[in-house]
């Protein structure tokens, strides 16, 4: 059994910043991918950014720039910093976490609100 369990959402004024932490635990070998998703009311679930182990990062375009994520294998945790916010990030963020032996796992989500 894994759990994966977000944290550091909320609420913050456009232009600031966020970030959040995920952090894997459980019956847990190697993770392959690591990464962010996210769903806006209305809207399907997208991918934000996403680190293979040993990889390098990919970002949805809408982010790039803005947003950086980063890993810590040592603890299986995903960070995702989010700089220069602006109210379309507004959305339930989700971690996934892939492991080597293709199971995945989803956080429960946390919720990030940009005000403008």
């Known amino acids: 059994q894994v759990q994966v369990v977000e944290s550091g959402g909320g609420l913050v004024q456009a232009g600031g910043s966020l970030r959040l932490s995920c952090a894997a635990s459980g019956s847990i070998f190697s993770i392959n991918f690591m990464g962010w998703y996210r769903q806006a009311p209305g809207k399907q679930r997208e991918l934000v950014a996403v680190?293979?182990?040993?990889?390098?990062?990919t970002y949805v375009s809408s982010v790039k720039g803005r947003f950086t994520i980063s890993r810590d294998d040592a603890k299986n945790t995903v960070y995702l910093q989010m700089n220069s916010l602006k109210a379309e990030d507004t959305a339930v963020y989700y971690c996934?976490?892939?492991?080597?032996?293709?199971?995945?796992?989803w956080g429960q989500g946390t919720q990030v609100t940009v005000s403008s």
């Open positions: 680190m293979p182990s040993g990889g390098s990062a």
């Open positions: 996934h976490v892939a492991l080597n032996g293709g199971s995945r796992y």
